[in-house]
């Protein structure tokens, strides 16, 4: 696997994949490769065109600015719910009860490093699974659970 390259965002928000000696690639795609059933590996960096340019067997191999990166592009290319309200949170047990865009859920983290901020002031949210959820801007939150969200960010 080639390790010299970066993703990054363009300053019109999209992604983009730089590797030494060769053109970037912009609009770019993040995608959990199969198997599913391991949720810290295997992600596929693809072209406009849906053509691999590079497998990641294990994004903890790279530095924790391309896992942050590699998060947050996946979690935009991939159908992720988008939390509409909080219903319950649990601070010690790290836990969330939530009704998103695809119904109710019960998100368990492993500790707060897995509420990542996005950079328009939406967080991604990784469940023990590896799932992913999209907290929204939280002033779009009603009152309740801006203020249950605010426990857990």
């Given at each position: ?42 992600v ?8 691999e ?59 707060r ?41």
């Open positions: 696997m080639n390790r010299s390259f970066r993703i990054e965002r363009s300053p019109n928000h999209r992604w983009v994949l730089i590797r030494p000696g060769l053109p970037d690639e912009t609009d770019i795609r993040v995608v959990r490769a199969f198997p599913w059933t391991h949720p810290t590996g295997f596929s960096i693809r072209s406009e065109d849906n053509k340019l590079i497998f990641i067997e294990d994004p903890n191999t790279l530095d924790e600015a391309q896992q942050h990166m590699l998060q947050e592009a996946m979690a935009e290319s991939w159908l992720v719910p988008v939390i509409q309200r909080v219903v319950n949170v649990n601070p010690r047990k790290r836990q969330w009860i939530v009704v998103t865009d695809r119904g109710p859920t019960e998100i368990e983290m492993q500790d490093q897995d509420v990542h901020p996005l950079p328009d002031g939406r967080y991604i949210i990784r469940d023990l699974y590896g799932n992913t959820h999209i907290l929204p801007q939280l002033h779009t939150l009603d009152r309740v659970s801006r203020r249950m969200a605010h426990e857990m960010i």
